[in-house]
């Protein structure tokens, strides 16, 4: 595809559940980020991506989220116990590198903790 | 503490006439803005960038100004559409960031025909 795809669109989940959120970025970009906006605020940086290697996660609230890009180019987030609190639109972008390139967004994974 | 702040959570305006919108930073280490646009259930999407050794950057019907005294930037669309009816996120970074972007609230732009 010509933009970057993030699955599911939608995923609820309950209470302590572990979840999976896939970034599909745009095809050569070498950076990749991962946002979460929480409602009625802006995106809130997590982690960034540089290859495969994550450059920055200064961003990541806590030990129960973690995010891999093994190839350099797939990128999953995951979230362990997850909790209500977790809920919000999760956001992928990636960039041609890692400089001040454009960065492409994806339509995000609207989380819900029931 | 919110870094970037975007104090108007919605603003109207008539279809043909300039909107402004408004947008103030606290760290001083900032020196790459960005305004993003953004509608309902997708991504945001780039809108213009202003480099802090500019004043101003234009591009079309968007203006983008830095006042780094104050540490304020808005953004001017004239005119404006009613295609231009979005949230606008102001966002920053610090050098060396990147794309690792501080983000405002958003403001709810809407254009009214």
């Known amino acids: 595809g010509a933009g970057v795809s993030q699955t599911p669109s939608n995923k609820v989940t309950e209470k302590g559940k572990y979840v999976e959120l896939r970034c599909d970025p745009i095809s050569g970009h070498t950076a990749l980020y991962w946002y979460r906006q929480s409602l009625g605020q802006g995106p809130e940086f997590l982690i960034y991506?540089?290859?495969?290697?994550?450059?920055?996660d200064s961003g990541l609230p806590n030990d129960r989220f973690f995010a891999v890009r093994p190839e350099g180019s797939v990128s999953t987030l995951k979230i362990q116990r997850t909790e209500r609190g977790d809920s919000a639109v999760y956001l992928c972008?990636?960039?041609?590198?890692?400089?001040?390139?454009?960065?492409?967004f994806g339509q995000g994974t609207r989380l819900t903790v029931v | 503490d919110q870094q970037v702040k975007q104090n108007s959570p919605s603003l109207s305006v008539q279809e043909g006439r300039i909107s402004i919108l408004n947008c103030d930073y606290t760290n001083s280490m900032f020196d790459y803005f960005l305004w993003y646009k953004k509608y309902p259930a997708e991504g945001p999407t780039f809108l213009i960038s202003?480099?802090?050794?500019?004043d101003k950057n234009e591009d079309g019907r968007f203006t983008v100004f830095l006042n780094k005294s104050a540490k304020h930037l808005s953004l001017h669309i004239v005119p404006s559409q009613p295609g231009d009816s979005a949230v606008y996120f102001c966002a920053a970074s610090g050098a060396g960031g990147g794309n690792k972007l501080t983000f405002g609230t958003g403001t709810q732009l809407k254009v009214e025909l």
């Open positions: 972008a990636s960039s041609l590198s890692g400089g001040r390139t454009e960065a492409f």
């Open positions: 202003i480099s802090s050794i500019k």
């Open positions: 991506f540089q290859g495969t290697g994550a450059a920055d």
